[in-house]
């Protein structure tokens, strides 16, 4: 496994489909992200047989609930599931941020807690229809620091605030989505980025999914951003 965890996004609900593109990004020497949909269709057992211990699982829950709850979520998860990253809101708060890293911290796996600042999908106007006034970069920021200064072991963010989050937070792990390849589409994302240049500005691991999930072969698509990601760092 290199130093740069690639995390195939993997959104289908069909098992079988799942299980395909869990083996193709395991042969490339990739990790696999699912979220609440698969969970929901499939269960625990299934997200376990896509990603065994060899496999590193980005479980991405995005928890956001009072303390108590989100901390037996993640405990819950950690002994089922055994992610190596999983996520919760930093909206959420410092107690919530606090109570989610020490349930991780107590449990089976040394899961790390991602805090997601704000959404690829969203830009400032959306940010302002919840009430946020300002541009998205300073959000970030304080979302981020309340994050790390709760415990937290690393942030998402999008690409293009990397390189700010890297210099505030040098040993904070950085784990970017809104990653497309240079001839992709940007589909629903706002605020997208290559690999190369993502890692260039200082992103430690990159979510990317139906670049890869949809390419006609997703292990060559996946191995081919390995490289390049590679290279660049």
């Given at each position: 496994?290199?130093?740069?965890?690639?995390?195939?996004?993997?959104?289908?609900?069909?098992?079988?489909?799942?299980?395909?593109l869990a083996?193709?990004?395991?042969?490339?020497?990739?990790?696999?992200?699912?979220?609440?949909?698969?969970?929901?269709?499939?269960?625990p057992?299934?997200?376990?047989?896509?990603?065994?211990?060899?496999?590193?699982?980005?479980?991405?829950?995005?928890?956001?609930?009072i303390?108590?709850?989100v901390?037996?979520?993640?405990?819950?998860?950690?002994?089922?599931?055994?992610p190596?990253v999983?996520?919760?809101?930093?909206?959420?708060?410092?107690?919530?941020?606090?109570?989610?890293?020490?349930?991780?911290?107590?449990?089976?796996?040394?899961?790390?807690?991602?805090?997601?600042?704000?959404?690829t999908?969203?830009?400032?106007?959306?940010?302002?229809?919840?009430g946020?006034?300002?541009?998205?970069?300073?959000?970030?920021?304080?979302?981020?620091?309340?994050?790390?200064?709760?415990?937290?072991?690393?942030?998402?963010?999008?690409?293009?605030?990397?390189?700010?989050?890297?210099?505030?937070?040098?040993?904070?792990?950085?784990?970017v989505?809104?990653?497309?390849?240079?001839?992709?589409?940007?589909d629903?994302?706002?605020?997208?980025?290559?690999?190369?240049?993502?890692?260039?500005?200082?992103?430690?691991?990159?979510?990317?999914?139906?670049?890869?999930?949809?390419?006609?072969?997703?292990e060559?698509?996946?191995?081919?951003?390995?490289?390049?990601?590679?290279?660049?760092a």
């Amino acid at each position: 496994m290199s130093e740069h965890i690639i995390y195939g996004a993997i959104d289908t609900l069909d098992l079988e489909e799942g299980e395909r593109l869990a083996g193709a990004l395991a042969r490339a020497g990739c990790g696999v992200k699912l979220g609440s949909a698969f969970l929901s269709a499939h269960g625990p057992a299934a997200v376990r047989k896509l990603c065994p211990d060899d496999v590193p699982l980005f479980l991405d829950m995005k928890y956001h609930d009072i303390p108590n709850t989100v901390a037996q979520a993640v405990r819950a998860a950690c002994r089922s599931m055994r992610p190596r990253v999983m996520t919760v809101h930093a909206a959420g708060g410092g107690a919530m941020l606090e109570a989610a890293a020490s349930a991780a911290a107590e449990s089976p796996g040394d899961a790390t807690i991602l805090a997601v600042t704000v959404l690829t999908s969203l830009d400032a106007g959306d940010l302002l229809q919840i009430g946020v006034v300002g541009e998205v970069g300073p959000q970030v920021r304080r979302l981020a620091d309340l994050a790390l200064a709760s415990g937290c072991g690393g942030i998402v963010c999008a690409p293009h605030e990397v390189a700010e989050l890297r210099s505030a937070a040098p040993r904070a792990r950085l784990v970017v989505p809104g990653i497309r390849l240079s001839d992709s589409p940007a589909d629903d994302q706002k605020r997208v980025m290559t690999p190369a240049r993502a890692i260039a500005a200082g992103a430690d691991d990159l979510v990317i999914g139906r670049p890869i999930t949809q390419a006609a072969d997703p292990e060559a698509t996946a191995r081919a951003i390995l490289a390049e990601v590679g290279a660049a760092a």
